[in-house]
């Protein structure tokens, strides 16, 4: 029997270029006003190809939105206290408005020490504990990036989620506990999933809205993808597999994003958006985020 | 047919009373290594007699424990900005170990401007957004007091957690939601249902645990109580009324907190362990929270 595709793909690479192209605007706007540009300083530690690339395409999208954007590379010897020291400093930099430390910084980094060195209102990323409990309080502040493009795609599909079961797997600091605090405050009632959840099958059959966000390869079958319900993978694994199994998700879901061309660049647009939405509060055109 | 009981009672006075006493060994030794008792500043704004009646407990309770308490009550004309100050000067104060502001504060306050001008480091009732991502986290920190209660009984009486499906209903910021992430952090499956919930009696009736923590008088039925599902009722409505319709679920669950005697105690155990908490550390007797 030859099941047939049933899902709208949500265009993500489309909205986060509708975005980019309203934040160019803002931060051309910005830097007309007041003769300075959005800059958001990207931080690296050590030598990792996929990290170094990663901040290379972010900061290509700041130069073609009009971000300037100053790199940090540090070697990866760096300690935990001389991480904190760099980041302090560009949150004390009144030149920079916003911080990216690239992630995951390596086994001998507290990264959670290194996060809480970025100020929050220069916090563009969304990794401070401050910026998490603004999203989970629903309060003033930036979101993380990834779960904050996530909403951006619901809410640009029309995607109801007062009332509705939302199940997000994963409960990392920066994608799945943030995910769900935002579903939560968007009035979804919201299951948290993991790796000692038992028989996530059954968890994820009543799910109205699934995120996926764990990186392991084709975690969600689509038999277990209850009809007409909207998926969101924003896991990644190396080849572009997400944590969803697409080809079969894709005849049961209702919404689904592709991968890539889904949630991935989402995060990027947010990223530049916070950035200029940094620069416009720290510069004063603006009211306060 | 009649009904027989199968619960046992989760008994949180006789826990609470074991941790106070604990509690109040260690503030013994705190002040006779220092010369200086906890200290545990109470807040109170207006006059409203139920939430002066919980302050005067409070700080009854302290007294029996060794801990001295600073009352501070203010008119009910108070704004948010001279509460905001008197809570600054609170947390700058070194006589001061602990800081508890009574709430509600009244409709014509912002109480969460109120609760973050309280120092993270006295934050012995866990309700600044510090304290909250530092429970989400899993991070050193305080918690707040009512769901530390919960995860204490929780141990007390050996519930295993991991992997297990807990719905917390209900989402503030001091109660539901942190509840929820303590849950989350033993490794549980968390749901968060809340007034916006559809077919609540549906989820509940999957859970291992219930956290009920709402304040609607008997919203959960026992019919919906899983067969030898643990119960915590923490909601509170006038006559000693809890969330859970406790008769009923009482025939069906394998542990169940009574109301009162259950997490109510509990409650005020753990503001006075993390006062002393805080006073050790501040006074230099014990490393960091």
């Known amino acids: 029997?030859?099941?047939?595709?049933?899902?709208?793909?949500?265009?993500?690479?489309?909205?986060?270029?509708?975005?980019?192209?309203?934040?160019?605007?803002?931060?051309?706007?910005?830097?007309?006003?007041?003769?300075?540009?959005?800059?958001?300083?990207?931080?690296?530690?050590?030598?990792?190809?996929?990290?170094?690339?990663?901040?290379?395409?972010?900061?290509?999208?700041?130069?073609?939105?009009?971000?300037?954007?100053?790199?940090?590379?540090?070697?990866?010897?760096?300690?935990?206290?001389?991480?904190?020291?760099?980041?302090?400093?560009?949150?004390?930099?009144?030149?920079?408005?916003?911080?990216?430390?690239?992630?995951?910084?390596g086994p001998h980094i507290d990264e959670r020490a290194a996060f809480e060195a970025i100020a929050p209102e220069k916090d563009v990323d969304g990794v401070t504990m401050h910026s998490f409990a603004a999203m989970s309080f629903a309060r003033p502040g930036f979101v993380s990036c990834t779960p904050g493009g996530i909403m951006r795609l619901l809410e640009a599909y029309d995607v109801e989620l007062a009332g509705k079961r939302a199940v997000v797997v994963g409960r990392s600091a920066i994608l799945g506990k943030p995910a769900g605090m935002l579903l939560l405050a968007k009035d979804a009632t919201v299951t948290y999933c993991h790796s000692r959840t038992d028989d996530l099958s059954a968890i994820v059959r009543e799910a109205d809205v699934v995120v996926a966000a764990v990186g392991r390869p084709r975690l969600i079958l689509g038999e277990d993808i209850k009809p007409g319900a909207v998926v969101i993978d924003a896991g990644y694994s190396p080849g572009n597999v997400g944590d969803v199994d697409h080809d079969t998700a894709v005849t049961r879901a209702g919404l689904i994003t592709p991968v890539p061309g889904g949630v991935g660049p989402m995060t990027i647009a947010v990223l530049l958006e916070q950035t200029v939405r940094a620069a416009a509060n720290q510069l004063g055109t603006r009211h306060h985020v």
Do not use: F, N
């Open 1 to 105: 029997m030859s099941e047939t595709r049933t899902a709208q793909l949500m265009d993500g690479s489309g909205l986060a270029q509708r975005i980019v192209e309203e934040t160019a605007a803002r931060a051309a706007e910005i830097t007309d006003r007041t003769g300075v540009a959005p800059c958001l300083a990207t931080v690296l530690v050590g030598e990792d190809p996929a990290s170094a690339t990663y901040v290379r395409m972010k900061r290509a999208r700041c130069a073609k939105a009009g971000i300037t954007s100053r790199h940090i590379g540090l070697p990866a010897t760096t300690t935990t206290a001389e991480l904190v020291d760099t980041l302090a400093e560009l949150s004390g930099d009144p030149d920079v408005h916003g911080i990216l430390l690239q992630h995951p910084c």
